[in-house]
C-alpha cells in the first residue's frame, strides 16, 4: 500500500506543488504550523529518512535549500526552520516553516486552519521565488 506521499506523487490526490524535479516533490502541508509550512520528500518511497541512500540524500537536502530560499524570500519570517520526524507518515520528508521564534517550530501548537485560496496565493508567492 503506498503512503498518502506517493499518492501526492502520482497525483492521485490533490496538492499544493511549489516545486519539483525528476527525484523530489516541494509541496505545502495541508495542516501547517505557520503559512509557507512546506514538506519535501523524495519521489522514492522510502519510509525513513536516515534509509535514504547516500547521493539522494545529499541531493534531497540541496533541493531543500532551495525550496527553504523561497521560501523566505515568499513569507515574512526570520528564518526556515527544518524538522525531520519521520512518525506521521511512512514515506522520509522534511518539514520547512517560516519562523519568527523557536515556538513557531513546535508540533503540539494548533494548525493553521486556511482556505483554499489561502493556499493557493501561498503557492504561487513561494513558486515564482524557487530557482531549481
Known sequence: MSSIFSKIINREIPSYIVA???KFLAFLDIYPLTKGHTLVIPKLEIDYYFDIQDELFNE?????KKVAIGIE??????????????????HAHIHLIPIK???DMNFSNPKLELTEKEFLAIKEEIKKEISL
Not at 534531497?60 to 531543500?64: P, V
Not at 528564518?79 to 525531520?84: A, K, L, P, T
Open 20 to 22: 519539483e524535479n525528476e
Open 60 to 64: 534531497m537536502n540541496i533541493f531543500s
Open 73 to 90: 524570500k515568499a513569507i515574512t519570517c526570520k528564518r526556515i526552520g527544518v524538522s525531520v520526524i519521520g512518525l506521521e507518515v511512512p
Open 101 to 103: 521564534s523557536i515556538s
